[in-house]
């Protein structure tokens, strides 16, 4: 069930504003292009994008904030292409992922997993509306966003042959949404997981959509893999040990979670402990607020 405005607000506040956004644009740099790997780059902003661009291909991994985020992404992702052939994908159905796709060029083949399709049908102009009441430029940026159905939809898995170069577009289960997509560049061994795993970010639970007990599968199912780059949407790129950190705070929270409520706390009261707990415990983590919703969470889930 997908909550009220009052309910997701506060969630999803804590999500894109209070992650070091707060007094930031909404927009992403121009000409600022981050090298990950031989045929990976990202640019670093709100979000982060991927670019992965092979010899046939390339592949665009989320849109920013808006037509105008949208025209810097197409952009820069010229400027890389050694083909004119394109590719774009998100990792997930909120505005700042998704909601430039009208910037792309006619050409552009739009990917996306069936529960993430379905997500965007039933929640994009609700959540469009919650954004635009974030501020004046997230307003400005929303105007007039036009949306068209993807070219290629997926259940599980698809992989792309880029030429030279190896994407696969997979799905694992719901976490921080139902249709959380997971992108791993093969020959590169690059991780691109969307709000997955980020470098010392609380995730975020902002609806009952969303699962812990999911995110820590995903996590387990991602391991394997190694990669030797992650590009989180957020926050700073890094390596494949942001995996396990990511695991074993989730884990810990989860762990402390139950145990006040085997104590007989109430998820409200747990919250409040388990916030200031964490606030010292975790100390170089950024802002403690959704940890609220991920203890509710777990308290929803372990009835």
């Not at 992650?19 to 930031?24: R, S, V």
């Not at 990792?91 to 796709?101: D, K, L, R, S, V």
Request: proline share 7%.
């Amino acid at each position: 069930m997908w909550p009220p405005r009052a309910a997701i607000l506060p969630a999803l506040l804590f999500s894109c504003l209070a992650l070091g956004h707060a007094q930031e644009s909404m927009m992403l740099p121009e000409n600022s292009v981050t090298r990950v790997s031989e045929h990976v780059y990202a640019i670093v902003g709100f979000p982060n994008i991927g670019i992965v661009v092979g010899n046939r291909a390339t592949l665009v991994i989320d849109t920013g904030l808006g037509a105008r985020n949208g025209a810097i992404v197409v952009k820069q992702a010229e400027k890389l292409a050694k083909a004119p052939n394109l590719y774009l994908t998100t990792t997930h159905f909120h505005p700042e992922h998704a909601m430039g796709e009208q910037a792309f060029p006619p050409r552009t083949l739009i990917i996306r997993p069936a529960v993430q399709q379905d997500e965007m049908n039933q929640h994009a102009t609700e959540l469009m509306d919650l954004f635009r009441g974030f501020s004046a430029q997230s307003k400005e940026l929303l105007a007039d966003v036009k949306l068209r159905p993807p070219d290629i939809i997926f259940d599980k898995e698809i992989k792309l042959d880029l030429g030279g170069v190896t994407a696969r577009l997979f799905w694992l289960g719901p976490a921080h949404t139902r249709g959380d997509e997971l992108i791993f560049v093969v020959e590169d061994s690059v991780l691109i997981p969307g709000d997955i795993v980020q470098d010392k970010i609380v995730p975020n639970i902002p609806s009952d959509d969303a699962s812990v007990k999911g995110w820590l599968a995903i996590l387990d199912q991602l391991e394997p893999l190694k990669p030797r780059f992650v590009v989180p949407d957020h926050g700073a790129l890094g390596d494949g040990s942001l995996i396990a950190k990511e695991r074993a705070f989730l884990l810990d929270l989860e762990t402390r979670s139950l145990e006040l409520k085997r104590q007989g706390k109430s998820a409200d009261e747990a919250s409040v402990i388990v916030a200031a707990e964490f606030k010292t415990k975790y100390a170089g983590w950024q802002t403690m607020g959704p940890v609220s919703n991920v203890v509710k969470r777990v308290y929803a889930e372990n009835p």
